[in-house]
């Protein structure tokens, strides 16, 4: 659905209808939530505000990061380093949120990032001598950025819903995705404004696609929330690699497409590498 609505507005107006139409979804949902008995609206704080803020900028950026490295001829470089945000994350909550992790999470997330290149590479036909000489390129700066500021996100909307004292896990958890979706909406919405006027009209106009794609990225943000209140961010990150195992089941089973060699192994190594982190936990 995004890929259609890039054609027609342009790839940061089609990341931004899933802030706009992914709001109301979530604040639906928060609604919901309330109307049990003995719920009450968290009371947010100006360091809930901040971080709330700080991971919603940081998303953002980090999506812009990604689509410059495409702008690049070696894109599929910058793709694959992007895909190093997990342990980057692990690094990031270690110094920032004090969440260590033992020897075999460590090595279930370096497993999974193996995984991970795996299939990288072998989409894109690059091999690891193509990826070290390219590592300094352009396109790898993005995707090492990317990865860098989607870690720092996780964290960042971790520890915001950490700093809700009322709710129980999903209430927080909601009430976090509502308060960032609505701020990036004006964060986002503003540098349209600002920069596209044209594009940010387009996306009103195309709201009968625009719809779907909002309401089905909010529900996917709802999971990512939820984990990241009950769990470290690492691993959460870490299990978040299934994402290509879905992937690749749907290339098989809905497209008729046949699995390559490396792309057995690649599942393998995510496989064996969330296994060895859900353990590690």
Not at 7 to 20: C, K, P, Q, Y
Not at 28 to 49: D, M
Not at 115 to 126: F, I, K, Q
Not at 182 to 197: F, N, S, V
Request: hydrophobic letters at 55%.
């Amino acid at each position: 659905m995004q890929q259609k609505l890039k054609a027609l507005m342009g790839t940061e107006a089609a990341a931004f209808v899933r802030f706009l139409y992914g709001a109301p979804v979530a604040i639906a949902l928060l609604a919901a939530l309330l109307a049990r008995p003995g719920e009450h609206l968290p009371t947010p704080t100006l360091q809930f505000l901040a971080l709330a803020a700080l991971g919603g900028a940081c998303q953002i950026v980090a999506t812009n990061l990604l689509i410059m490295a495409f702008g690049y001829r070696n894109f599929a470089v910058g793709t694959a380093y992007s895909k190093t945000e997990a342990p980057q994350a692990a690094v990031m909550a270690y110094f920032l949120l004090n969440e260590g992790l033992s020897l075999p999470g460590w090595m279930g997330i370096l497993v999974a990032l193996a995984g991970v290149m795996v299939l990288s590479l072998a989409s894109s036909r690059l091999t690891v001598a193509d990826l070290l000489r390219d590592s300094v390129q352009p396109a790898a700066l993005c995707g090492i950025g990317a990865g860098f500021l989607f870690g720092l996100t996780g964290i960042c909307f971790r520890a915001a819903s950490l700093d809700l004292h009322t709710g129980d896990v999903l209430t927080r958890a909601i009430f976090t995705l509502s308060v960032t979706n609505t701020l990036q909406i004006l964060m986002a919405g503003g540098m349209l404004a600002w920069r596209r006027p044209e594009e940010l009209m387009k996306a009103f106009t195309t709201w009968r696609v625009s719809s779907r794609v909002g309401f089905l990225s909010v529900c996917g943000s709802a999971c990512w929330f939820t984990a990241f209140t009950l769990a470290p961010v690492a691993p959460v990150r870490a299990l978040g690699q299934v994402e290509l195992l879905f992937t690749l089941a749907f290339s098989r089973f809905y497209l008729g497409e046949r699995p390559k060699r490396s792309d057995i192994l690649g599942a393998l190594l995510i496989v064996l590498g969330v296994v060895a982190v859900v353990l590690a936990r």
